[in-house]
């Protein structure tokens, strides 16, 4: 069963492999992350795990990202070229470990089911840390996507301005169905029932507590999708089924060509154009 603990990547090593097409860039944005003075933070999950964070503050800050990485993932991995970006556009940045990764403690990752959790509590943190009253956005990549869309409905607005949701799946049911056809070549029944009952044994959540597309049909945030066309992982028809039940203002961005996770490097212009718009848009703005 793909419920691991820590993550099989070392802090600082990362997969390459869905950036084979623009690896030089990528490497780039990995030096420039790694090389920034950034301060440790922690909190207490809900469930009393301590989490943790790095905060890199930027000069004038004009809002804050909180920077969500994927399943098995790290931030210097999952969101180094966009966090440098943002980091150069007045953007704070908090960039987590999720639960069971890097220092972060758990045994389970619970694809998003608890994590949505814990994005709330690193909300509390940034709004007992934020006497300038700054706009804070959160950015999800995969799982960490899906998981800040389900976070969107637990009470962490007026605080969150926007919401960048990338190639995230529409519910953890549907990830572990695809994934069981295109991985293993199995029907999903009744794997996923016996999967299902060991997450509820082991791990004490069950599938639809990870469900971001009927979290957006609550959903009062303001969403930037954006999702690569050849996404062969989490393909691009679950951020249109998150896009289409939104029920807040939602922006979309298909990338041509990009593979999972890999939008921003694949085309930065875009990607660049859309989030200073979405900024532009909502940093003035307070959620309802």
Known sequence: MALPGKPHMKQGEYDLRPWKNCMEQHLEDHAWYVKQQMEPVTVQSQDHLKLHGSYLKCEDPKRIVLCVHGFRGDPSHDAAGIARYLHEHQCDLLLISQRASGQSEGNYITFGAKEKQDVKCWCQYLEAHNPNHLPVYLYGVSMGCTTILCASVLGITPLVHGLIADCGYSSIRSILEAQARSAFHMPPYPILQIMEWMCILFAGFRFSEGDAEAAMKQNRIPVLFIHGSED?????????????????????????????????????????????????????????
């Open 232 to 288: 062969h992982f989490v393909r691009k028809e679950n951020t249109l089924r998150n896009y289409e039940a939104c029920a807040a203002e939602k922006e979309l961005l298909l990338v041509d060509g990009a593979s999972h996770a890999n939008s921003y490097t694949v085309n930065e212009a875009a990607c660049q154009s859309c989030l200073d718009a979405f900024f532009r848009k909502w940093d003035g703005e307070e959620v309802q």
